[in-house]
Each structure stands twice: as structure tokens, then as C-alpha cells.
């Protein structure tokens, strides 16, 4: 298992916030959680071939971020079989349901970053500077509903995000290595950098991003609909 530790700097705050290094942990077994919340509990888990959980039920709705690809085999109760395949990337909406069992039939192991949802969606209304107004070519919506809006981001190497306003909480979860410099709005200029699997808690705020690497970065950014 991979040790958790803690980061200085949490972009786009503005009342930074603890934020955590995803760690790794068994799927069928109790996963490490980095990131909890009165809005979220976010966790990452690990599945080895052949592994299979016990049975459970997930009381909350989660958006799942896949981070390497591979074949899962949900089993719910007085329901067909169904076999979920995924690339590495790719983002899916998990709905509450019933008593089930998951499976890895594939022949990789896989991870999964797990996003649980605490609260009920409320409306949001999205500035004028809003992200996805100010760069849509960075930024583009993967699916929204009632609770969420899960953004798919990408600078490209050594591109520029003008000044944007994120609105709403999020949850961030790099999909590539990341190396960022934060302007924000009183002129201070921060820098991060992210592993690839790592997930951030932010809050409303306004500033602008530079990709500092010679390579692209792609984030994913799940914006709670919830006060």
C-alpha cells in the first residue's frame, strides 16, 4: 500500500484546504480514503485479476474515474450480469443501487478513483467567467446531472488558462503528471505539481493556470451541485 501525505497547496481556493495524496488499497477490502468531507468521500481502489468483493450496496451516488483499463463484472441481486468494460480515462456515472458483488475478469489489475456523493444537487449558476466559457477548447463537460458536472480538462504543453471562476466545490484527479503555475487574482503566483492518480479537494475562486511542462496535462474536475 502506498502511504498518503499531505500537500501544501490546494489551487483555486480561497480558504485553502488539506488535500491528500490518493493511496492505494484492495478493492474487496476497507479502501484508503484521502479525501472526506461533509460533501464527499473520496477513495481509490486497487483490483487484482479474479479478485471478487463481498456482497455490498452503495447507498450514494459516485462518479467513478477509471485510471488504467480493465473489465468489471457486476452481479446484483434478481438482475443480469453485467460486464462493465473500461479504458484508462474514461469517466462513468455509479448510481445507489441494490445488494451486488464486483468482479475483475479482465487479466490486468485496474485502479479506480471512487467519488461518493453526500448531498443532493441545488442549482448553480455559472459565471460569466466560467471555465468552460473562457477556454472551451481546455475544457469540455464529459455529463452533468442534478449533483454534478464532471469536466474533462486539457492544457496543452506550456499552454495558458486565462483568468477563470470556479463557482462550485470540485474534486480534481489528474489523469497525467502535472506541473502548474496558479495566478490568482491579488497577482501571487503558486505552483503544483501532481502524480498521475492524484485527487484534490478545491473551492470557489478565480485565477489563472500555466502548464509548466513540455507535455500535455489532462485533469478530471467533478463540480458539486450541493451548498
Do not use: C
Not at 165 to 177: F, G
Not at 204 to 224: F, K, R
Amino acid at each position: 500500500m502506498t502511504r498518503g501525505r499531505r500537500f501544501r497547496y490546494d489551487p483555486g481556493v480561497r480558504s485553502p484546504l488539506p488535500a491528500f495524496l490518493i493511496t492505494v488499497a484492495a478493492f474487496a477490502q476497507q479502501p484508503a480514503v484521502p479525501i472526506e468531507n461533509e460533501w464527499v468521500r473520496v477513495v481509490q481502489a486497487q483490483n487484482q485479476p479474479g479478485q471478487k468483493s463481498r456482497l455490498h450496496k452503495h447507498d450514494v451516488n459516485r462518479v467513478m474515474v477509471h485510471l488504467s483499463p480493465g473489465v468489471l463484472r457486476l452481479s446484483y441481486q434478481g438482475k443480469p450480469v453485467n460486464d462493465v468494460k473500461f479504458k484508462a480515462g474514461d469517466i462513468r456515472w455509479d448510481p445507489s443501487g441494490g445488494m451486488h458483488t464486483s468482479e475483475n475478469t479482465g487479466s490486468t489489475s485496474f485502479r479506480i478513483v471512487e467519488v461518493e456523493l453526500k448531498k443532493p444537487g441545488a442549482p448553480v449558476s455559472w459565471p460569466a467567467l466560467d471555465p468552460l466559457k473562457v477556454a472551451p477548447r481546455n475544457y469540455r463537460v464529459e455529463f452533468e446531472n442534478e449533483q454534478v458536472r464532471v469536466v474533462r480538462v486539457h492544457i496543452p504543453a506550456k499552454g495558458a488558462i486565462p483568468r477563470h471562476d470556479h463557482a462550485a466545490n470540485r474534486v480534481s484527479v489528474a489523469l497525467t503528471p502535472a506541473r502548474i503555475q496558479v495566478t490568482r487574482d491579488d497577482g501571487a503566483k503558486t505552483e503544483a505539481a501532481f502524480a498521475a492518480g492524484e485527487a484534490r479537494w478545491g473551492t470557489p475562486g478565480v485565477h489563472a493556470e500555466q502548464n509548466l511542462l513540455d507535455t500535455p496535462i489532462e485533469l478530471v474536475m467533478i463540480e458539486l451541485k450541493a451548498k
